[in-house]
């Protein structure tokens, strides 16, 4: 019988090594993995480079796994927020790499590596400074941009629910990046509300297959409280 | 002359957005359009978080941490609406989907070019989110903006001085002074606030515009 | 109100032009279109371009279609089967035009075309008659083929329910192909069992969104007799 | 010597097959793997038509058109399983996320490159199917044929002659005299059927086989 529950957080999380690159789901913190990113600042690992949409909001997440200065780069969209300033600070520091991604093409970047394209022609950013000493090419009259899949060792995501096999379902907009991590990165590790009974997810509705997560944590009904 | 208010420029925008149609809203000034849609006619507004069918605010105390929209403010999802991941909701706006998409700008150039998401200012922090991706996407990107900074500058400019966001994407600028439409030919006037003449918006813009306004 | 439903299948495709780029949806018969073609075959628009994974089975659908003579050219991966006897006859003839793509090309193309990519580097293909002539590239040590999007006019497809926004689910594996093509034609056109009202489908369940639809018509309860 | 019959080649695949892989069976030979998988192990086959978790043919009558599987003949969904889109499938193939495909071969080269897809005969109908997407895909490529044809010429060769399918991506075959493993250094016997030398190996397949066989 395949059960890929694991029994906490912690044990999860256990092999993510020094300077691996992590994926962690989440658009701010609607979908981000708090439990997994609590478990791996615990864990200690170092040197790690990040990707995710943002760079940490307000003191816990990714903002705190920042704070505990085990990252050594992030690659993301929009790290500026206004409450994103233990990111701010070590950047200003100089003690943290940024390469910042559009949004669109961090997606189809992480999308590409899970679906094994070499490189994928983009139309977003064009002529701009994100766009700048790399590879353009015209294509029936328009102008794209040469961009390389984003791969990782680690996915960390949040879903709803999952079943042993790890299919998952998600809520509402905390799906974000969570189904293409899932697909990127070597090791998926899925945190959900809880784990349904193989079977009670329906067939037509599961959004993440089984074959894209490694492992899942049942974290309770901890939805996170309006900050 | 009577400068249009911020609610006023976004009843302007909301005239042009037919029932049926396809639209993101960027973060800020934007947002405001759609308290001007009409309640009537069914528009389609799209997050690109992964929603499509946004509805308003929910009220106080019902917020859900889970539903949100690209400002990362609580939404509701109007019936009939639905989710879906990154890489879907920006496969709608690469691939042409959207039909409208109103963006705020720093700057915006005679033909169209987008600035919009850096002022190019040495220690400020980059970011970019979703603005080169819906700068480059939707079927028309409408600009909505002050037009001219709070030092008097124009902010429709002969050619972007900041960093561009995309280049010859914006199709129409509305602003508290005057509507353009912007191509090819560089900037037409197509309406202006009462007791502006065009001779003064082109000084105030530096800009040979062409007059398409249409007399009432 | 925005209500996407069309009366008739007739009524539905009744704009498609003579040279028309169509996808039509299907992995053999499953997921075909039939009443949708049958109104094609009805409405006798020529010069088509197909683009299905097949060549048509039987007398049916895409191979009553092929029949008719309306088909200039046909992109697929796999034409050849038991009972594509119409188009191996119009073949052998030199009465069609064969693009053959790899199944996994065919999707990722079609798939590129919606997300409005310039174009790909899959590592399908690569060495064999079926890239002969094609750009190549090595990247991170693996060869790659560079294929491009494979865009329509019109996309004929079928799904189990869709309401007036065009939102759809399919059923089982007659899901295939629906969802991509939906997203690469300027128009789409979904035969449905039925339209149920708005708010029917769950928003986490929406395989398709309305955004990709354009038109859509209530079949009736005709699920396919097994042949 | 006793040549293995279909179902103990079919049998002996199944052998290597652990608990919890994710494993596509081609068309054909392949297909008859799924009968001698061990009932008590969970082993996930996907079809590249868009589900994952696919169980055995339906009860006689119980045949659904919209539940197949790539050799378009009715199958059943395990409890567990799910359906996605074709993009999505073969990403799954494409992406590396399978860990073992099973592909019948009409040449193996020694080196694993695969031709299973076209004669070369020039009047024939070229159809490819899924086969070059597999074949490259998954992180093991097995392949199953008789090594012989029915000329008695081999099938696994110094280098096809045959139009390609992948390069360099069979990791292992499985024929009715002996299973070969393939790699830089050329093919290695590691098993033969009992009576069979690895000389009378060689001679049949005109190639200067490693013995990686292990006494029993």
Known sequence: ???????????????????????????????MPDQLIDALIAHGAKDLTIINNNAGNGDTGLAALLKAKRVRKIVCSFPRQSDSYHFDALYHAGEIELELVPQGNLAARIQAAGAGLGAIYTPTGYG??????????????????????????????????????????????????????????KCTIAQVSDIVPLGALDPEGVVTPGIFVQRLVAIGNAVRAAA | MNKLTRDQMAARVALDIPEGAYVNL????PTKVANFLPADKEIFLQSENGLLGMGPAPAKGEEDPDLINAGKQPVTLLTGGCYFHHADSFAMMRGGHLD?????????????DLANWHTGAPDAIPAVGGAMDLAIGAKQVFVMMDLLT??????????????????????????????????????????????LSIDELRTLTGLSLNDATVSA
């Open chain 2, 26 to 29: 960027g973060i800020g000034l």
């Open chain 1, 1 to 31: 019988m395949i059960d890929k529950s694991v029994a906490s957080a912690e044990a999860a999380v256990a092999d993510i090594f020094d300077g691996a690159r992590v994926m962690i789901g989440g658009f701010g913190t609607a979908g």
């Open chain 1, 128 to 185: 701009t400074l994100l766009a700048d000493g790399k590879e353009t090419r015209e294509i029936d009259g328009r102008q794209y941009v040469l961009e390389y899949p984003i791969h990782a060792d680690f996915a960390l995501i949040k879903a709803l629910h999952g079943d042993r096999w790890g299919n998952l379902v998600y809520r509402k907009t905390a799906r974000n990046f969570g189904p293409i991590m899932a697909m990127a990165a």
């Open chain 2, 150 to 195: 709070k030092g008097g500058d124009s902010k429709l400019v002969a050619e972007c001085s900041y960093p561009l966001t995309g280049l010859r994407c914006v199709s129409r600028v509305y602003t508290d002074l005057a509507v353009f439409d912007l191509g090819a030919n560089g900037a037409s006037v197509i309406e202006m606030v009462d007791g």
């Open chain 2, 100 to 112: 409208i998409c109103v963006l705020g700008a720093f700057q915006v150039s005679q033909h169209g």
